[in-house]
C-alpha cells in the first residue's frame, strides 16, 4: 500500500525538474516497451554500439561489444551500464533491473560472445531507480 | 548630457540604499529596476596588452573556440585553431539542399531540400536573455528573426489521453485552467484551505480565479462565450446576418488530466523557454559562419588533434590531416581547449590525473532531429498554425513548424522530431530510412491526410552519430558538478578547457560563450603574470 503514493511522488519530482537544456518538452521520446535482450540492445545500445555491435569510429571511438572478452564476468557490463563510462552515460534510471538482467545476458550469449553462466538479480541491483536530479 | 545635478546617479542611490539596508536591499532595488535577474553577460572581455610574441592554440572551431580565437588575436596574442571538421560552428549548424553528411557507422545521407530550407541538426532557438550571443550576432552582422516558441493553435498529443486524438494547445490550457479555478474557488468556500489570507483577500482571490478561469457568475466553468473564448468557438464570432458565434464543448477533465498539459504549460514557463526566443535568417549555421567571417585565417580544417602535452616551455598538440595523412606538431604558449570531453577523453594527454578523471566523469546527452520536407504548407493553409510546437508522447517527441516564409507556396522543411531520451536513442540507432519512416509514422497523428501526401524527401541527425560530438551535450547532475566541475574549469597551468560543458547553462550557445569567455579572462591574467 506504500507503493501508490511513492510513485506518484516520483512523477511529480520528474515534472517539477526545471529544464537545463534545450530539449524538446515533456511527455514526449517514448519508445515501445523494449522487453526481450534484443529489443533492449536495438533500443538503447545500437545507437552508438551499432547493429553489429563492432563499434564506431569517428573523432573517438565507440567501443565494439561484439567478441569483446570484458562481457566475460557479469559484474563489468552491469558496473558500466548501470553508471555510464566517458562519454556513456549511466542507465541505472532508465533501464528496470529486468531489463538490465535481459541485456546483459543477450550481450553476453551473442555477437561472438558465448558466455553461458546466467545474470543473476545481484548483479543487476543498482538499477530501477529514479532519475538522477541534474544541474 | 546634464540630467540634473540633483538627481542621484542610479549607482548613487544603489549605494546609498546599500549602506542602509544591505545587499538583499540593493539586490531588490535592481530587480526593480529590471537589472539583476537578466544576464551573466559582463561585456565583451577587454583584453590588452599581450606579451610580445605570445601565442595561443586553440582547439576546436565551435562556438567557444572562435570566439576565444577572435578575442585574443584582438588582444595581441598569436593565434592558430585547429579543427577536425571541414567547416567552422560546431554544433551550431544547418543542414541545406546539396549537403552531404556520413554518421559513425557510416550511413551517408544527401540531403535533397529545395534552395533556401533548411534543417538546424543542433541549436534552433535562442532565449532573448542569452545576451553574450546576441551581442556577438550583432556584432558580426548576423540577422536575427523571431523563433515562433509558443503557439496556443498547434496541437498537444498523448497516446493515453482522448483515445489518441491530439487536442489543440488552447483548448486543454483554458479547461485545465478553467477547472482547476472552479476547483480552487469551491475549495475556498468549503473553508477547505488552511490561509492565511484575510476576508479581503479571498475575495480578491475568487475574482482572479473568475477572470483567469473563465467562470461564470456562480464561479462554474461551463460551456459558454466565456470558456471559448480562450478554448475556441465550435463556430466563431463573425459578420452580418449569421454573425453570431456559438461555444465549444468542454473536454472531459479526466482526459485532460491524462494528456500531461499542465507539464506543456510548465514546459513554457521555463526561463530558456520563454518567449521572446530568436532564430537567424537563413539557419543557424550562419551565426557559425558569422564568427568564422572574423576569425576563418586562423582555422586548420581535417586537423584531428591526436596528443595534448604541455610542460615548463609551452604546449605541444600533434595532429593529424584527415584529408592528407601528414601529421603535424604545433607549438603554443597557451591552449584553449573546446574538444567535447567525449572526444578529449580519448585524446592523449599529460594533464593532471584529477583533470583527466573529470574529463572522464561527464556523460553526453543525446538527441535526434529529423528534417521534412513538404511540398506545401498544409498546417498554415489547412490548420492555421504558423510556427511553434505540437507535442506527443511518443518517439519524435514533438513537431516544429517553420518560423518563417509564411503563406509562401512551394516546398516547406519542418522539423519532423526532436527526440530524446528513450525515444532518442530509438530513433538513432535506426537507418536513416527507418527514421524518416518513423517520423513519419508518428508525425501523421497530427496531420493524417497531408503528412504522407505532401512529403517530399527528409534528413537526419542522431547525435550519438556525429563523428566530431559522439552525443548532443555534456549531462552533469548534483554529484558530479560537486566532485568534478570545479577542477574541469580550472586552469592547468598552461590549458585551460572551454565551451558548453565548462557551464552552467549547459546545451546552449550561451553556455559555451560565457565558457569562452571566463576561460580567456583567466588565460589572459595568467600569461600576463608569467
Redesign the interface.
Known sequence: MLKRPLLIAAALCA?AT??????????????PVARTGEEIY???????H??DAKG???????PALANNPRLGTTGYAAYVIAN???????FKD?LSKEQAQALIGYLRTHFGNNYKEPVTAADVEAFGQRP???? | MDTGRQTPTRRQLLHAIGLMGGTAAVYQMMTTFGHAAETRFPGPPKLEGARNGASVIVLGAGLAGMLAAYELEKAGYKVQILEFQNRAGGRNWSLYGGDKFTEMGGATQNVGFAKGNYLNPGPWRIPHHHKTLLHYCKAFGVALEPFIQFNHNAYVHNVDAFGGAPQRFRSLAADFEGNIAELLGKAIDQKALDTKLTAEDTDRLKEALRSWGMLDKDMRYVKGLGSSSHRGFELPPGGGVNGAPKPSDLLPFDEVLKSGIAANMAFFMNDEFQTTMFQPVGGMGKIGEGFAKQVGHLITYNAKVTKLFQDKSGVSVTYTDTAKGATTTAKADFCVCTIPLTVLNQIENNLPEKKQAAIAAVPYSNSVKIGLEMRRRFWEEDQDIYGGHSFTSQEIGLISYPNNNFFQDGPAVLLGAFANGPGGYRLAGMTPAERIEAALAQGSVFHPQQYRKEFLNGASVAWNRVPWVMGCCARWNEETRAEHYQTLVAMDDRIVLAGEHASYVGCWMEGSLLSSIDAITRLHKRALEA
Open positions: 515534472l526545471p529544464a537545463l537544456a534545450d530539449e524538446p518538452g515533456p511527455g514526449g521520446s517514448k519508445p536495438r533500443t538503447y545500445c545500437q545507437a552508438c551499432m547493429a564506431a569510429v569517428g573523432a573517438g571511438s565507440f555510464g563510462r566517458g562519454g556513456m552515460p549511466w532508465m538522477s536530479s541534474r544541474f
